[in-house]
């Protein structure tokens, strides 16, 4: 019985930090689960890039389609309109920037 209750505990915090939007803010970027996203707009000269994105728990936010600043530049030359990706999202400087990515199948 005390174990079923542990495992009922353990598997259902999961489901809570999900559905938690305006906590998360301390959770370390390279744990936060990967959301999908939709490159529709690259704009290296500024260092942004426009994803259409899945929920964000990371920075609280619905689905919507924004800009992002990104940890690596480089990335700019490397995602084209039309990629679809996984992605992490953080606040840095009071921006949301792409922490990392891979691209989705
Ligand atoms: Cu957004």
Redesign the pocket.
């Known amino acids: 019985m005390r174990l079923i209750f542990a495992l009922m505990l353990a598997l259902s915090l999961p489901a809570f930090a999900q559905h938690d939007h305006h906590a998360g803010h301390m959770a370390a970027a390279k744990d936060a689960p990967l959301t999908e996203g939709v490159v529709k707009k690259i704009d290296a000269k500024a260092g942004e890039i426009v994803i259409q ?1 899945g929920q ?1 728990d990371s920075i609280g ?1 619905p689905p ?1 389609t ?1 800009a992002f600043g990104v940890a690596d530049k480089s990335w700019l030359g490397k995602l084209k309109v039309g990629d679809k990706i996984r992605f992490a999202a953080e606040m840095k400087g009071g921006n ?1 920037i792409v922490s990392r990515y891979e691209m989705a199948k």
């Open positions: 994105h964000l936010m919507m924004m949301a």
